[in-house]
């Protein structure tokens, strides 16, 4: 039995959006041109940003297509640098950026280059379930601050934050809002004017869209300062010929997720719950990482100590089940996650940990493949270990 349980990584494509972008696949005109070609590509593109902007509440002309989330995340944070040295009309010279130490690699490595370039960046701390702490946000604003990036759904753990509070707070400080919501568009609620956010982020391949592309909600009104330059497309914001297909993939995708999102919910939560016990039942000495209900409903973060997250990936890989590790383990280091030690888990606890995030074609079976096959593969590899000692100490050397 082959079972997925990757999700936050990327997701299949929806049927629907395949069939929908296949049919589509003999599209070539350039949205640009004013001939029938054209047309025909623009009004496909309208359509979808008609579709992706009513998913999140939001005015088409504040939706900007670009090639990923981590290109919108780029966008927002690059474009705080040019608000700051005032070459956009209207903007104050605030230097400081707050952002948080669990967010996506894409926003704290951009904020260590605009560190670099002689920007304030200051980083929110969690508690252990990795909410962020809003008494330390209180303190940290002041007017130098010019904008906060607090993503609204961890990939990793799965913890969501209060975005409408935090929102709320920046807003009375004078700043402005963004949230990384890759993870929680499409499996929760997500509206733009409730939250009152002035950026959020989204990407098409995390919701059984295409990968390559992306979304950028931009209130009306907010500065905003493109990352490519050099072109009139969406309204000068994201120079470049569109990606017709795949954001024509996209809009699919959220018209998708607004039929199933909310049953699907639901489902996975009671296979979570399911798997979650069977891991307590089955195997000894565990521990389950993120929030135990403000949480995304597929996903499952669990430390095995004793059991290198890397093996347990690969002994599941060859029973034909997919998960992930938070470590960095494909560009070659072996760092634990930053997001668990933010948690304060300890850094063997967070190199014994593993990912599982269902989806869409998660089922009951998938979840008792995992439960026949996870006990065996944890206790070949405890039993490999010398280091371990059944109970959660561990012997320094031997
Ligand atoms: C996947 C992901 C991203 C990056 O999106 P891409 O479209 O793959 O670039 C950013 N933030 C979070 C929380 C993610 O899960």
């Known amino acids: 039995m082959k079972v997925y349980f990757d999700n936050n990584a990327t997701t299949p494509l929806h049927p629907e959006v395949k069939k929908e972008m296949t049919a589509a696949m003999e599209m070539y005109g350039n949205p640009s041109s004013m001939h029938a070609y054209g047309r025909e590509a623009k009004a496909n593109v309208e359509d979808a940003r008609q579709r992706v902007a009513s998913f999140i509440n939001a005015d088409d002309r504040e939706i900007v297509f670009v090639g990923s989330g981590s290109e919108a995340n780029n966008t927002v944070l690059s474009l705080f640098v040019c608000a700051s040295a005032q070459c956009i009309p209207g903007t104050t010279a605030r230097g400081t950026i707050i952002t948080t130490k669990i967010e996506h690699p894409c926003v704290l490595e951009t904020s260590e280059c605009l560190m670099h370039r002689g920007v304030n960046v200051k980083f929110l701390d969690v508690d252990r379930y990795g909410r962020v702490d809003l008494d330390q946000l209180k303190d940290m604003l002041n007017d130098d601050i010019g904008l906060v990036s607090v993503m609204m759904a961890n990939n990793e753990i799965g913890t969501m934050q209060d975005i409408a509070a935090i929102t709320n707070m920046v807003h009375e400080c004078g700043a402005f809002m963004h949230t990384d919501a890759v993870q929680a568009v499409g499996k929760v609620p997500v509206d733009v004017r409730a939250l009152g956010v002035d950026f959020l982020t989204m990407s098409a391949h995390k919701i059984y869209g295409p990968k390559g592309v992306g979304a950028l909600y931009v209130k009306q009104g907010t500065p905003y300062c493109p990352l490519i330059r050099g072109g009139h497309q969406?309204?000068?914001?994201?120079?470049?010929?569109?990606?017709?297909?795949?954001?024509?993939?996209?809009?699919?995708?959220?018209?998708?997720?607004?039929?199933?999102?909310?049953?699907?919910?639901?489902?996975?939560?009671?296979?979570?719950?399911?798997?979650?016990?069977?891991?307590?039942?089955?195997?000894?000495?565990?521990?389950?990482n993120g929030h135990p209900t403000e949480s995304l409903a597929g996903t499952l973060n669990v430390s095995f100590p004793g059991a290198e997250g890397e093996s347990i990936l690969l002994y599941l890989d060859l029973e034909g089940i997919a998960v992930s590790t938070g470590s960095a383990c494909a560009s070659g280091s072996l760092d634990p996650s930053h997001v668990l030690l933010a948690t304060g888990v300890d850094a063997e606890r967070a190199h014994g940990s593993i990912r599982i995030s269902l989806g869409r074609e998660s089922t009951t079976q998938h979840v008792q493949h995992m439960l026949n096959v996870l006990p065996g593969v944890i206790e070949r590899i405890r039993n490999m270990s010398t280091a371990y000692i059944k109970g959660g100490t561990h012997a320094a050397s031997r």
Not at 264 to 283: P, S, T, V
Request: no cysteine; glycine share 12%; hydrophobic share 35%.
């Open 234 to 288: 969406e309204r000068g914001r994201r120079a470049g010929t569109e990606n017709t297909l795949g954001i024509l993939g996209l809009g699919k995708a959220v018209e998708m997720r607004a039929l199933e999102m909310h049953d699907e919910h639901d489902r996975l939560l009671g296979l979570k719950e399911l798997l979650r016990k069977g891991i307590e039942d089955k195997i000894d000495d565990i521990h389950f």
